[in-house]
C-alpha cells in the first residue's frame, strides 16, 4: 500500500499526544486526521473513507470501544488499532472481541506505533489483493470468499475483518484436519505469545457463531493441539 495514499483516522482526546503523533505521522508520509473524542471520530469517519483508525479507549463524550463499534457497524473491514493507558487483560480482549486488529499501552514509542500499523496495513492489503489461486471455498452451506472476505449462506451475508478471513481460510485450507495453534499464530499474528493467543480464542468463537445455522459444520477445538474444520457430507 502507497503510504501517500493512506488515509489514517486517529482519535485521541489529550490534545498535547494527539497533535505530536498526528505530526509523527504526517511526517512519515499518513494522511492524518485528529478527532479529540470518540463522538467526532464516529461523525468524521462517516463523511469521509479510511485506510485504518487509531482509537483511544479513556475518550470523553464517546469512549473507543462505543466509537470501534458504531465504526464496524459503518464499515467491517476498516482496521482498527486500540491506543491506551488501561493494561488490564479483559480490556484487550474486549478489543478483540470487538474486532480490533491490534493494541498498544500507554507509554510507548511512536516507532513502535509505526510499526505496529504497518503491519496492520501490510495484513490487510495482502487479504483484499491477494492473488492467485481461487479464493472462494465451500464450507457446507456457506461459500466463502476470501479476497472479499465475506461468508454467504442462503439468507446472510456476513462481512468479515482480515484476521477472521485469514484465520478461516488457513481452517479451510486444513479442513477435517487439525490446524495447529502455533501455525496459525504464527501466520496471522506473528507471534504466538500467550496473550495472541488469547485473542484467537476470541476469533475462533466467532467464527463458530457465524458457522453456527450449517449442522454439518463443525469447528472444533483439538485439546493442547489446535483447531479442526469438520465438514460433515
Keep these: 500500500m502507497d503510504k501517500s495514499q493512506t488515509q489514517l483516522l486517529l482519535a485521541e482526546d489529550d490534545r498535547n499526544l494527539g497533535n505530536i503523533l498526528k505530526n509523527y505521522l504526517d511526517v512519515k508520509g499518513y494522511a492524518t486526521t485528529l478527532c479529540i473524542n470518540g463522538q467526532e471520530a464516529v461523525e468524521t ?21 462505543a466509537a470501534a463499534t458504531e465504526i ?55 487479504t483484499l489483493k491477494s492473488a492467485g489461486s481461487d479464493s472462494v471455498y465451500h464450507i457446507g452451506s456457506y461459500a466463502f470468499d476470501y479476497n472479499r472476505q465475506t461468508l454467504i449462506s442462503k439468507n446472510t451475508e456476513q462481512k468479515l475483518t482480515s484476521k477472521e478471513a485469514g484465520l478461516l481460510r488457513l481452517l ?15 501466520e496471522i499474528w506473528n507471534d504466538d505469545s500467550y496473550f495472541n493467543a488469547r485473542s484467537m480464542d476470541v476469533y475462533i468463537v466467532k467464527l463458530r457463531k457465524y458457522l453456527k445455522d450449517d449442522p454439518r459444520v463443525e469447528l472444533l477445538n483439538v485439546h493442547g493441539v489446535g483447531f479442526k474444520l469438520v465438514m460433515n457430507t
Design 172 to 186: 479451510c485450507t486444513h479442513a477435517n484436519d487439525v490446524l495447529d495453534r502455533h501455525t496459525a499464530l504464527k
Design 72 to 126: 464496524r457497524a459503518l464499515n467491517k473491514k476498516v482496521p482498527i488499532l486500540f491506543l491506551t493507558a488501561k493494561a488490564l487483560q479483559e480490556d484487550k480482549l474486549k478489543g478483540f472481541e470487538l474486532g480490533a486488529d491490534d493494541y498498544i499501552t500507554k507509554p510507548f514509542s511512536m516507532e513502535e506505533l509505526l510499526l505496529r500499523m504497518q503491519a496492520i496495513l501490510r495484513r490487510t492489503d495482502e
Design 45 to 65: 469517519f462517516s463523511r469521509k473513507d479510511f485506510d485504518i483508525c487509531i482509537l483511544d479507549i479513556m475518550m470523553p463524550v464517546k469512549d473507543g470501544f
